[in-house]
């Protein structure tokens, strides 16, 4: 097979091909001359990776261009839409754990994370390794490298129902277990399927991480708002957490008690205030057509979450509810006591929202990936994005704004400064765009932040985000770069992000008198920060201004 996948490679580069149709068709053409069945790109891909690395690549290499084996490295890779937000998203689930929700609307199956079912791809994905952390990442992080991603910025999301809930020795376990994962991580993970595991500790990981080739930049839990207080938000940045994903559901009490909720919306507000004053980013899941709403409640819900300063979430997701024959909603539905949302209302719906969200928030699901079969009743449409695209409605969300792939140096960029107040404190929310602002290049959320204040039961003084500026979030969008690299056709080379930082420290110190400033930074980053004149204060990236 090595020979096939050789003799392709360097017919591809002989006839200088230039697109995937055009790869596609001397795929075809080779392997009928062998009479053998077309492979894989990422199969091809992966043997010309490994050929570059163990230097064995002088036949196929031998006299030609950088770009020329640059663009076929293109031309093998899938799914560009994986890294073209900046990063590499590596999600992991963690085993089934009671939960203290009892919702009306959840799925419970037997020996899954709450609120999962075995059917979705990531839950798959995790049941093969028996949900071990380590190999959850190492495997993900497989998968997108043999698909010709970039994997040196990786950002974790840690799903599986209430992070909180889970005993801290299991979560503080299986977060250094991601870390080491990556840490770990070579081209030599491919070659090398049983690595001798041994034991090692989360601050030991995170030493690592800073200077690994593949970095964790960014840490996400989920977790229902009524477990986050000051102890467990400052158990999360020891983590390394960065931003969190709070399944907030609706905003109407009637309707969370209704649901089982168990918790109010007075918590959900108490949650985001505390989150956003320790610089966290702030995720909500959005829950429309639960028992108890209504197509008006739910809009007029969708508008108070961006209005309203108690919430003013700085990302969203929408899962229109679903029923699923293992939950209580199931029951409900067949005695004809709740009728679930429609997929022309839930498009309907979205829509309507997509008019009026703000240019700060980022809307990163439309609807959850659970698998049209597993749905009795609702919105079980997986292409909803689309549809919507289809029906040229203008989002000014920045999901929909992100530059992805179409960059260019000649693109004029300009900055733009929104300024609003959330959770008792002032946002000031940075972007580079477009004159029309329509294309997106980099972001940065700077807080003025209400005092936040460290339990008394740590040893920790007062946090370091007390009485001063916190930058909760810097991004540049575009094609990931690997660490060190250039690339003049992706805004990650233009330097985009330090501007933000040094027009957000001009910021904090002329208009608000701040004497310094912090960063809730990722792990992966701290080395970043520290070129830029910053220093790791407990968890916290800190500079005097």
């Not at 076929?72 to 560009?80: G, P, W």
């Not at 918590?267 to 008006?296: C, D, E, R, W």
């Not at 007029?300 to 919430?311: A, C, G, L, R, V």
């Amino acid at each position: 097979m090595n020979d096939l996948f050789a003799t392709i490679i360097k017919e591809a580069i002989r006839r200088k091909i230039k697109s995937s149709e055009s790869f596609d068709e001397l795929k075809k053409e080779i392997c009928g001359h062998f009479g053998v069945t077309a492979p894989r790109n990422a199969n091809i891909r992966d043997f010309y990776e490994q050929s570059l690395a163990l230097g064995n690549s002088k036949d196929f290499s031998r006299g030609r261009k950088k770009a020329e084996l640059l663009l076929l490295k293109k031309i093998l890779k899938s799914k560009n839409v994986r890294t073209l937000s900046g990063v590499a998203v590596v999600a992991v689930l963690t085993k089934q754990y009671p939960c203290r929700g009892k919702c009306l609307y959840c799925p419970t199956e037997k020996e899954m994370p709450k609120s999962y079912l075995s059917n979705e791809p990531a839950v798959m994905r995790a049941i093969t390794v028996n949900f071990d952390p380590y190999r959850q990442v190492q495997k993900r992080l497989r998968a997108l490298e043999i698909n010709g991603h970039d994997i040196d910025k990786i950002e974790l999301i840690v799903m599986g129902g209430t992070f909180s809930d889970l005993p801290k020795k299991y979560q503080y376990n299986f977060i250094a277990e991601c870390y080491r994962a990556a840490n770990n991580y070579s081209l030599d993970v491919r070659r090398l399927k049983n690595q001798r595991r041994r034991t090692s500790t989360l601050l030991r990981e995170q030493k690592r991480n800073e200077t690994a080739k593949h970095r964790i930049i960014g840490l996400t839990p989920e977790t229902r708002p009524d477990t986050l207080d000051e102890k467990e938000i400052n158990f999360y940045r020891e983590l390394g957490a960065t931003r969190v994903e709070i399944g907030v559901q609706s905003i109407f009490d009637d309707v969370l008690k209704r649901n089982r909720r168990g918790h109010d919306v007075a918590q959900t507000i108490k949650a985001t205030k505390l989150l956003k004053n320790a610089g966290f980013k702030v995720s909500y899941h959005m829950m429309p057509g639960l028992l108890g709403s209504n197509f008006k409640k739910d809009l007029k819900m969708f508008k108070e979450i961006f209005s309203n300063p108690d919430f003013q979430p700085d990302l969203i997701k929408i899962y229109p509810c679903v029923v699923t024959r293992n939950s209580d909603l199931y029951k409900l539905w067949k005695l004809g006591k709740y009728k679930a949302l429609t997929n022309k209302n839930a498009e309907k719906l979205i829509c309507e929202i997509k008019k009026f969200v703000p240019p700060y928030v980022r809307i990163s699901r439309l609807i959850r990936d659970i698998p049209a079969t597993s749905i009795v009743a609702g919105p079980n449409i997986s292409n909803l994005r689309q549809l919507i695209q289809n029906k040229g409605i203008k989002c000014n969300c920045i999901r929909c704004r992100e530059i992805r792939g179409n960059y260019t140096t000649k693109d004029k960029i300009t900055l733009n400064r929104i300024d609003y107040n959330a959770s008792g404190g002032k946002e000031i929310y940075l972007e580079y765009v477009s004159p029309d602002h329509r294309k997106l290049y980099s972001v940065m959320r700077l807080r003025i932040a209400s005092p936040y204040r460290r339990p008394t039961s740590t040893k920790k003084k007062t946090s370091d985000v007390n009485g001063f500026a916190v930058i909760r979030e810097v991004h540049t969008y575009g094609k990931l770069l690997n660490l060190g690299a250039k690339n003049k056709n992706s805004p990650q080379h233009a330097g985009l992000g330090k501007k933000l930082i040094i027009e957000a420290e001009k910021i904090a110190k002329k208009e608000f008198n701040c004497q310094k400033i912090s960063v809730i930074a990722g792990i992966g980053v701290r080395e970043y920060y520290r070129n830029l004149g910053y220093k790791l204060k407990n968890t916290y990236m800190t500079k005097n201004i």
